[in-house]
């Protein structure tokens, strides 16, 4: 499984679906729709800022509402690469993973990381590097069968190559 190497977006608690992606653009499946909606109600430049790669970090309860799994998809169609939280609501956690985005939880990096740092993240071991101050955290590393469909770019893709 491969790593995730980017600069980082912070963001606080109980960060909800509907900031992440707003109802009114729930019309649309499209991914890369979404993705240019990602983050707006919360952080206006987001999208104008964000590039392939970067991560998301944030503290407790990230992506409670709604079970909508737009969220997860505008996430990942925005170009970022994993989603470090302190904690996630059970439904996106789930969402994220029938959709291919790697998240992981490690309150002690959620804490200590800030926005712009430059972070790497090892999925296989779990180890989140803060390559700005050269700090290291253990996060829970993804079970195999769960790194097959992040592998997979999804639980559906993952099925279908069975």
């Known amino acids: ?73 505008s996430i990942k169609a925005s170009g970022i690469s994993c989603v470090i939280a302190e904690t996630f609501a059970r439904i996106f956690y789930r969402n994220a993973i029938n959709i291919g985005l790697p998240i992981i939880e490690c309150p002690e990096a959620a804490v200590a990381i800030n926005a712009g740092d430059e972070v790497e993240v090892d999925f296989d071991s779990g180890i989140i590097t803060d390559i700005t101050t050269g700090q290291k955290f253990q996060g829970q590393a993804f079970p195999p069968f769960m790194q097959k469909i992040i592998d997979c770019e999804g639980l559906v893709n993952y099925i279908n190559q069975k």
Do not use: Q
Request: aromatic share 6%; hydrophobic share 35%; glycine share 6%.
């Open 1 to 73: 499984m491969k790593a995730a190497h980017g600069r980082v977006f912070k963001y606080g608690d109980n960060v909800d679906t509907d900031v992440i992606i707003p109802a009114r653009y729930l019309n649309s499946s499209d991914p890369k729709e979404l993705a240019t909606h990602c983050m707006e109600d919360i952080d206006k430049d987001f999208v104008k800022n964000v590039t392939e790669g970067d991560i998301m970090v944030a503290n407790k309860n990230f992506g409670c509402g709604s079970s909508r799994e737009h969220a997860p998809i």
